[in-house]
Structures are given as C-alpha cells and as structure tokens.
C-alpha cells in the first residue's frame, strides 16, 4: 500500500485531431521534467487504443503529498492552446500493493486495460482484497501486469474504482479472459482461485466497462 501521505492526480485530456505527436513531445520535453523537479513522478501516460479515439490521452501522476500537488498547480508551464480542446483532472488514491513506489521496465507493457468499476464505499477493501489475491495472480502468470488499483479521493456512493493492467497487445489481452478454457501452462490453483474471488468481486460490482490504451513512452518513469 502507497504511503498515506501520497496523492495521485488523473488527468484526461481530448487533444485536436492530429495534435498527438505535438503533445507527447511536449510532455515529454516540458511536463515530464518539471514533475521530476518537482519530486512527482509520471506512472503512466496512455492514449486511446480500442474504445476510445487516439486523442483521448491520460495520464497518471504520482505525488508524495499534498503540498507538492498544490505547488505544481501554481507552477504548470502553459501548453499550446491549439492542441488540447479539452482537459479534466481529479485525485485519486491507492488502495493496493500496486502502482509499486518504484515501476521497473519489466512490468511495462505496450498496451494497457483501462478499467472502471462502481461500487458500494464498504466494499472497497474486499473489492481490494479480490483483484489482490485472486484474480492478479493469476493473469499476471499469463504475463499480465497489473499497474495501479486506485479509487477517487472524494467518497461517493457509488465510488469509483480504477484499475489499470498491462499486456504485450490486444491479442495478449485477449488470451487472459477467464471466459476462455483454462490453458495448460496456467496453475490449476491459481485459475481456481481467480474463479472464487473474481464472482465475489463481479457481486458487489454495480457496473463496469473497459477500454484498451496504448502506452506512451516518456522517460523517466517513477
């Protein structure tokens, strides 16, 4: 579990159309190094894959406190105007072992489920529980890799929960649906386990939905 200290900001931007390749240089040459001036680190920066039109861009910040948080704000270097035709931003929080304080290269992936999920404020730490124990085992013995699980500072009911899972491609996330027939070189236990905890989570889910984004590089990670 993240330090209780630690903050995480999520910021969704829908860019112009043909204005990725600008933005990405931009976070890459000016956000990025200002952050890490600043001791925040980027988790993830993603645009849409499938589900979602490339210009939908979202990135995930970690901040060690609060105070850090609000001195970025008052020191943003201003984009270009003419990319972004619209952003939002919200804080969130860790509510599992994941994101690590430190993402190490091999748990990157190219592609990355975007997950969301409503449920009820007192489920959360079973919801936590579930996805931990039962159903990340065993994906990530498929070679899956599970980012960050994280739920929005404000309480709500119903409170929304975010989880954010590597894979090598859509054809790689496509192989770790428990809908399929269990493969050979899964551990029985494992895929048992899964089974068991994932109905659990799916009872107390009230909806959920899920798009795939793709990841873009801009070193260094946190």
């Known amino acids: 579990m993240a330090n209780e ?100 290269p091999e748990d990157r992936r190219a592609v990355y489920g975007y997950r969301r999920y409503f449920i009820r404020p007192g489920d959360i730490a079973d919801f936590a529980h579930y996805g931990e124990n039962g159903v990340w085992p065993r994906i990530e013995s498929q070679g899956a890799c599970i980012l960050g699980l994280w739920t929005t500072l404000a309480v709500t009911d119903p409170l929304e929960v975010i989880l954010v899972t590597g894979y090598h491609g859509p054809g790689h996330w496509e192989e770790t649906r428990v809908t399929r027939p269990k493969p050979e070189d899964v551990d029985p236990g494992l895929w048992q386990g899964d089974l068991e905890l994932r109905a659990r989570r799916e009872a107390m889910t009230l909806k959920t939905w899920v798009c795939l984004m793709q990841a873009i590089e801009v070193a260094p990670y946190g």
């Open 5 to 104: 200290t630690t903050i995480y900001e999520q910021r969704h931007v829908t860019l112009r159309t043909g204005g990725l390749a600008a933005y990405v240089a931009y976070c890459k040459e000016q956000v990025g190094p200002e952050l890490n001036r600043q001791g925040a680190k980027v988790v993830c920066l993603l645009n849409g894959f499938i589900g979602q039109p490339q210009e939908e861009v979202m990135q995930i910040t970690r901040f060690p406190d609060w105070d850090t948080w609000n001195g970025y704000q008052q020191s943003q270097i201003p984009g270009d105007s003419g990319l972004v035709e619209k952003e939002e931003a919200r804080l969130l929080k860790a509510v599992a072992s994941r994101p690590k304080d430190r993402i190490p």
